[in-house]
């Protein structure tokens, strides 16, 4: 039954403890957009299904209503009576459901938000479905998909109402780690080394539908001409389907994550406001929210900042991509992605993203400095310098519960990357900026260097404490 599943290990533990279950259960399933949430549950479950329906994007009630009820009729229900609302609809479900003799009944709702359009009264029907039906049983297990998390959130699993707490389990649905995507593309059937597979996922991300989309007789450059320059590609408007089907007002959501997509380190809220000309109050709060629950975006503080003062950074690989080569090009040439390998244009692209690949991967880092279950924050940082001396960046601070803290420098690169004098200098300055601002007395520093190949030994290598390679964000740590 699962031998179609690549990783999902964690989720697949929590799906038979549901399925096993000596109670009904309800259970919330969010993730973004193509991140393969249908995908886990009817692979999971398979023949187990017994009702699923999906809604239509855009669809209206009446639509929602006609698919739903020819849904019953697909699983053999004769239906004799008018359906005119969802209370209507979801009577017929109780009627078919405690018609069926099996043990475990699950009830499959995908794209759920889509279901609820306005005046509907979807919501209120669901909780009556589950409070005066579901919740008195002990065979029926209620599953609930959908890509617009914040929906998910705000109207099911955070509900102040008839649904209060009725949600018994919430799986949340991420993309692919680096292992994972290996694991996928091996399967298959490609040779992509780790290299090509690390530019693959700054690209594609580890969204599966994406991987999916790639044909094996293709080289990697190949695949990414036709995919996202080719008007025949499947991800070649794939910007305006991602946000227009997740967000009502996605022209506003699109401004934001452009403006960010334009600083490497993201801005604060008030940047954010400037940059884009959205209006303070309310909605720039509701759109940072939303982009982060679905995955986009996420906050942080730089070191020595309130939690008030967060910067958001874009961390959709799709979403970079796109708003590095794509917005406002009018690229024609279907071999745009072979022709500037190699040029300053990739490497600045490349160097840029790679730095959100090791911030996805945080975990396996640790895991290499062996520190996997030691409590840590991570932090990047802006020093400025003292008078006339200039101020210096910081990629990556691993600050640790044991005292330590890693100073991560993150380096993209072809060759093993080469320390020279005045990079050595740059580096020991900035180690001293950062000692004389932030270290604490009982605190030890670590200069800890993630790179694709490795730092070249040479005179000014010494200066580095730890090295983290690109195959070890490849490692498993499930």
Known sequence: MLTNIIGREREIK????????????????????????????????????????????????????????????????????????????????MDYLSSLSVQRKVVFFDELPWLDTPRSNFISALENFWNTFVSDRHDIVLIVCGSATSWMFDKLINNHG?????????????????????????????????????????????????????????????????????????LYSEIDNLYASLFSNSDDYIKVVKALSQNSLGLTRN???????????????????????????RSYRQIGNSLKDLNYQLTDFYTLFYFKFKNGLSIKDRRYWSEIQGTAEFYTWAGFT???????????????????????????????????????QIDLIISRKDNTVNLCEIKFSINEFEISADYEKTLRNRIDLFRKKYLKRTQSLQLTFVTTFGVKKNLHSWVVNNEILLEDLFKDIS
């Open 14 to 93: 929590a799906l038979d403890e549901i399925y096993n279950s000596s109670k009904s259960e309800f259970v919330a399933v969010c993730g973004r957009r193509r991140v393969g949430k249908t995908f886990l549950i009817k692979e999971f479950f398979d023949e187990k299904i017994c009702f699923s329906v999906s809604g239509m994007i855009h669809g209206k009630t009446s639509a929602q209503l006609k698919i739903f009820v020819n849904r019953l009729r697909r699983y053999g229900m004769t239906i004799g009576r008018p359906v005119n609302d969802w209370i209507d609809a979801f009577d017929l479900l």
């Open 162 to 234: 008839g649904l209060h707490n009725r949600i018994t389990r919430r799986i949340l649905l991420e993309p692919f780690n680096l292992h994972e995507t290996e694991q996928l593309l091996i399967t298959n059937g490609f040779n992509f080394s780790k290299y090509e597979i690390s530019e693959c996922y700054m690209v594609l991300g580890g969204i599966p539908y994406y991987l999916s989309l790639l044909k094996k007789e293709l080289t990697l450059s190949q695949n990414i001409n036709f995919l996202l320059f080719d008007t025949r590609g499947d």
């Open 271 to 297: 940047e954010i406001l400037s940059e884009t000309g959205i209006k303070t109050g309310g909605t720039i709060s509701t759109i940072l929210k939303n982009l982060e629950t679905c995955g986009f975006i």
């Open 354 to 392: 790679f730095e959100i690949l090791v911030l996805s991967h945080i975990q396996q880092i640790k895991q290499k400095l062996g520190i996997l279950g030691v409590i840590s924050e991570e932090f990047s940082c802006r020093i400025p310098g003292e008078v006339n001396e200039k101020g210096t």
